[in-house]
């Protein structure tokens, strides 16, 4: 929340903040015909290229904390999701509509914070937001953001497309914005009603994670110049367990992964140790890293494992062999949406 | 709510549910190539159509009150504005995706509702359901619904067009659904802890301008048939008011129409009279609707007059005229978005 200054929304009502928010925006690719202020956007799509739509709500309370997360990074980390999905259909992001639903403890001031966030995260992708609207809330903040993308004709990668032999490699690194929100977490009941300032030395990294993501575009780009095309493809908004089962399921196969492979950033498993976590239970479970999951062919082999900022964490099996993680001593675990089990336990 | 069987959510999780609510959707539109179940859903467009997109975002205890709004109609009107936006712009809807946010009072057999009468509308209308997510909520019902839909190039009409000497037209008749609301609210509270059933009889259908609205589909094939193409154009969720606001002020004009063109339903005027308010503040400023308020040449009038379920209202005017609303005995009162005043009470 703002707390230097405070402008009612009701000195501009509706319509009027719409305007004062949509203001200034201007539309840059040559898809977006005609945007905020009429009953719907105006598009147009050539017929060689693929149009990719995802919509996402992110509620108060469930989604974020406004206590700890500013609306700016709020707004910033909205546009950063919607634009994760079409990158990992091989897309790029073009358009973003935003309807927001407000309860009266937000100012106009607030409202701007998160518009200047959503701004910063299109000017960077080069997305035109064409849709806006505002309207009220009983309780919490309700973000819906829609994006439309596109990619040329016959280039989108689905779940569905993986083969047996095929490598899963992911970008980045994982579990980190797990554990940023875990430090808010703790922090903030620290800190409670005390004159205490939190404790982030040393965290910046897994805080950023968590209240700053990026869609990882740069990594698309790559995979095309390298001429890379992936089997299936997926962002890691839940949890790479989940993710990875999202992949097999839908392309009816199994898959083996290498605990010694989970790219794992070193705050990160410091953040998990002082917790007294399992740091890779984090990097499995752990949402909102926003990396890309993908399974390429093995001929690719020398390409993908040449590449910055991608790992090759196991490979894809037949169906009937299951999901499973090999552990450094070699013991072989079921892998679950949440957590896993020895296949023993089974 | 459900009352006879109540599933718990947690035992399908949320992919088994979502894939349980979309199970059996099948894509019948020609430009939706791929929906449900990826990251996000494919589409692809001629290039002699201009796309449109429309986000909507209803909140409960704002946009809907769960008890006396049955899920099943919630899920069938909530389409219905989405399509009704896209007939606005003188386009055919034709995909919906839709997310929800749920709280723990919800069971399967709600969300079963609810899609029932999204398919439904769905159904009726030609549309896709090409997306479907469900997330959690720590208070009410969330629900956002993205409409896409296609105009053969050159053929969308926007909110700016109108011209001076333009006829306003209306299609329907209006404040029925707002009467219905208040119907239903003054119901809420005469049963409130009583064994005393509702009266609703000789009000049923302004219930069902309110619970089972209708996105006017007939009026835009009609007026392609008769050739008749509006230079503005609107939907009345807003309050005919509001709407005529819009078109004006984008379009730079001012407008006359009079009180006794105002199309009512009688059943809107005996609520009205009951609940002692001016029905003609109700028409002007009840919303949901869903009719269209659009502007044509006045060398359409014959054409547009003769129109079944069309009403011309009044004409556009000069700007520095202003908007203004004639009454039955000749004065002119000031329009304003929400009720008038008399334009010598400025």
Known sequence: ???????????????????????????????SLSGVGDDAAVLRFDNNEEVLVSTDLMMEGINFDLTYFPLKHLGYKAAMAGFSDIY?????????????????????????????????????????IVGGDTSASVTGLAISITVIGTAPKGTVVKRNGAKVTDLICVSGNLGAAYMGLQLLEREKIATADKDVQPDFAGKEYILERQLKPEARKEIIEKLREENIMPSAMIDISDGLSSEL??????????????????????????????????????????????ELLFTVPIADHEKVAAMKDVRIIGHIVDESMGLALITRDGVEMELKAQGWVTTEEK
Chains 1, 2 share one sequence.
């Open 245 to 290: 089962m999202h992949i097999c399921k839908q392309s009816k196969r199994g898959c083996r992964i290498y605990e010694e492979r989970i790219p794992i950033d070193y705050q990160t498993a410091i953040m998990a140790e002082e917790l007294n976590l399992n740091v890779i239970t984090c990097a499995l479970n752990g949402g909102e890293d926003y």
């Open 1 to 31: 929340m703002n707390t230097n200054k405070r402008t009612e929304i009701s000195t501009l009502g509706e319509f009027g903040l719409i305007k004062h928010l949509t203001s200034g925006i201007t539309l840059g690719n040559k898809e």
């Open 88 to 128: 990992a259909m091989n897309g790029n992001p073009k358009q973003l509509t935003v309807s927001l639903a407000l309860s009266k403890k937000f100012c106009i001031e607030d409202l701007e914070d998160f518009y200047d966030g959503l701004k910063l995260a299109c000017a960077q992708h080069g997305v035109d």
